[in-house]
């Protein structure tokens, strides 16, 4: 299984975001998580397609953006022109969970379906083989630096099983560390959003390659 390391620039420093997109890619990244919070769905507020429109030219890896925005459809196509290459969103966020999935197809990005810790899997039932991706909350949506919440680990054996052979990406997202992302992919998982865990230390490739390691054990 190939899984990846998706950096979350939420824990970045705003002041030099460039500087520390391009250095968490040369650490190895292989995507760069995007949180998009709007105060109304989640109660903090980031960044918008315009960030993404900058950061766009600096990094070849797919931009992986996480919409915690309510509406959702009108604000897809922005990212897309920004260069999002995946773009993902609540379920509770849109009235019409099939339409936005349309939506951001028709603007050429892959879609996500991102599920909180109280959302049922019931969501996925008709869905399913639309999305590239689904992703899990391991803490609720809004902040960076949250603790883990254990009863992830069944949600992803539920899903990774629903997935079952299916081209879907499994990604866990909300205080992934080196010492918990063996667990999270001996349960499924296949993609890792961390943002504390990577900004917060002071040598990003080392703190990469330790997850590396980590999820090679969790391959054996
Ligand atoms: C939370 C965001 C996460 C957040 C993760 O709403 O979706 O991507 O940045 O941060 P850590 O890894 O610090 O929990
Ligand atoms: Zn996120």
Not at 38 to 54: K, S
């Amino acid at each position: 299984m190939a899984f990846r390391i998706a950096p979350s620039i939420l824990s970045a420093n705003f002041a030099r975001l460039g500087d520390e997109v391009e250095a968490v890619v040369r650490a190895g990244a292989d995507l760069v998580h995007f949180d998009v919070m709007d105060n109304h769905y989640v109660p903090n507020l980031t960044v918008g397609p315009l960030v993404c429109e900058a950061i766009r030219p600096l990094v070849k890896v797919p931009i992986d953006v996480h919409l915690m925005v309510k509406p959702v459809d009108r604000i897809v196509p922005d990212f897309a022109r920004a260069g999002a290459n995946i773009i993902s969103f609540h379920p509770e966020a849109s009235e019409h969970v099939d339409r936005t999935i349309g939506v951001i197809k028709d603007a050429g990005c892959k879609a996500g379906l991102v599920l909180n810790p109280a959302t049922p899997l019931s969501y996925l039932d008709y869905v399913l083989d639309k999305l590239d991706l689904v992703l899990v909350m391991s803490v609720n949506p809004g902040f960076g630096g949250q603790s883990f919440i254990p009863a992830t680990l069944q949600k992803l054996r539920a899903i990774r099983e629903r997935i079952a052979g299916r081209d879907i990406w499994l990604e866990v997202d909300g205080g992934i560390k080196v010492d918990n992302i063996r667990a999270a992919a001996e349960a499924g998982a296949d993609t890792f959003v961390a943002g504390s865990a990577i900004f917060g230390t002071s040598d990003y490739a080392a703190t990469i390659a330790a997850m590396r390691a980590q999820l090679t054990l969790a391959a054996q």
